[in-house]
T-cell receptor
Framework: GEDVEQSLFLSVREGDSSVINCTYT??????LYWYKQEPGAGLQLLTY?????DMKQDQRLTVLLNKKDKHLSLRIADTQTGDSAIYFC?????????????FGKGTKLSVKP | SQTIHQWPATLVQPVGSPLSLECTVE??????LYWYRQAAGRGLQLLFY??????ISSEVPQNLSASRPQDRQFILSSKKLLLSDSGFYLC?????????????FGSGTRLTVV
């Protein structure tokens, strides 16, 4: 079955880099996503990567994909207190009549000043 | 541009009372629509999705139902709320057949059943 797993907590100091890790199970070509959820808010799409790519960079965000190990990571450079949030990894599953997003349980990032 | 509206933002309801949460999407046609629940454990559980008017698929058996009376309107309902229905409910939409944008989420409804 499909399963997306992530560690639940990460704590870093302001200015350091944060690396949030995720493993997924779908072996077919797929889209993989990182979402951010601030307290009491909905989910905001941060970035996505297609499984034929190894890396994608967008300003302070770098996504690395190891397709062989089905491992996805999100690196946030120069982490700020405003980056404190829950980060969800998700993969698109194409089973059935339409694609469905499968989410991990989320990693709560705490940034200490 | 496309926007998604979800209301109310917060709701406190007694056990046994009915529920109606509404979600509307603007700026797109024939979207896929979704209802998710996020309980205290923070994981996201897909409750319902819809690919068209009147077409509802349920992912888990539960005390809730969903309806799509119009193309861009998705309603989550219950006839009698349970304590276990408390949680954060999120509506989302996506473009059919387009995957690189994932889903776009509304701002959520915090439901507390007392």
């Amino acid at each position: 079955g499909e399963d997306v797993e992530q560690s639940l907590f990460l704590s870093v100091r302001e200015g350091d880099s944060s690396v949030i890790n995720c493993t997924y199970t779908d072996s077919s070509s797929t889209y993989l996503y990182w979402y951010k959820q601030e307290p009491g808010a909905g989910l905001q799409l941060l970035t996505y990567i297609f499984s034929n790519m190894d890396m994608k960079q967008d300003q302070r965000l770098t996504v690395l994909l190891n397709k062989k190990d089905k491992h996805l990571s999100l690196r946030i450079a120069d982490t700020q207190t405003g980056d404190s949030a829950i980060y969800f990894c998700a993969e698109m599953n194409y089973g059935g009549s339409q694609g469905n997003l499968i989410f991990g349980k989320g990693t709560k990032l705490s940034v200490k000043p | 541009s496309q926007t998604i509206h979800q209301w109310p933002a917060t709701l406190v309801q007694p056990v046994g009372s009915p529920l109606s949460l509404e979600c509307t999407v603007e700026g797109t046609s024939n979207p896929n629509l979704y209802w998710y629940r996020q309980a205290a454990g923070r994981g996201l559980q897909l409750l319902f999705y819809s690919v068209g008017i009147g077409q509802i698929s349920s992912e888990v058996p539960q005390n809730l139902s969903a309806s799509r009376p119009q193309d861009r309107q998705f309603i989550l309902s219950s006839k009698k709320l349970l304590l276990s229905d408390s949680g954060f409910y999120l509506c989302a939409w996506s473009v059919q057949g387009v995957y690189n944008y994932g889903y776009t989420f509304g701002s959520g409804t915090r439901l507390t059943v007392v």
